[in-house]
């Protein structure tokens, strides 16, 4: 149940983070932190993807940590992006809460993985 509602979440934040990494580009004319923002941002559904194809409880547990790190990176560039006056705090909140989220899903399953293994 849980492994559908982060695949999905973490593909609706996917496709969040394209639509802000275009803005950035076109509005704000920033190409490197909403570069690696976009990488790290989609690379968390990517994982999460790779994960419920895991071929192991091991393998499913690496594939959600890569995803985790992803998450995580993505909250950095978020705060960069912020503190260097590229976003506002209103847009920064909105986008971060959202990543917030599957990141705290993303631990929650790896944690009742460990635990179930």
Not at 41 to 49: C, E, I, K, M, Y
Not at 63 to 71: G, H, N, R, T, V
Request: net charge positive.
């Amino acid at each position: 149940m849980s492994e559908s509602i982060v695949k999905t979440k973490s593909f609706e934040l996917a496709i969040r983070g394209v639509n802000f990494y275009k803005y950035l580009v076109a509005e704000k004319k920033e190409y490197i932190m909403s570069k690696q923002f976009l990488r790290s941002v989609t690379s968390v559904g990517a994982n999460v993807r790779e994960a419920v194809n895991a071929q192991s409880k091991p393998d499913f547990i690496h594939k959600l940590s890569i995803a985790q790190k992803e998450c995580d990176e993505s909250l950095y560039w978020l705060e960069l992006l912020k503190e260097t006056n590229y976003i506002s705090e209103l847009e920064f909140e909105s986008i971060y809460q959202q990543n917030n989220e599957v990141l705290k899903i993303i631990r929650s399953i790896i944690i009742t993985s460990k635990k179930n293994s």
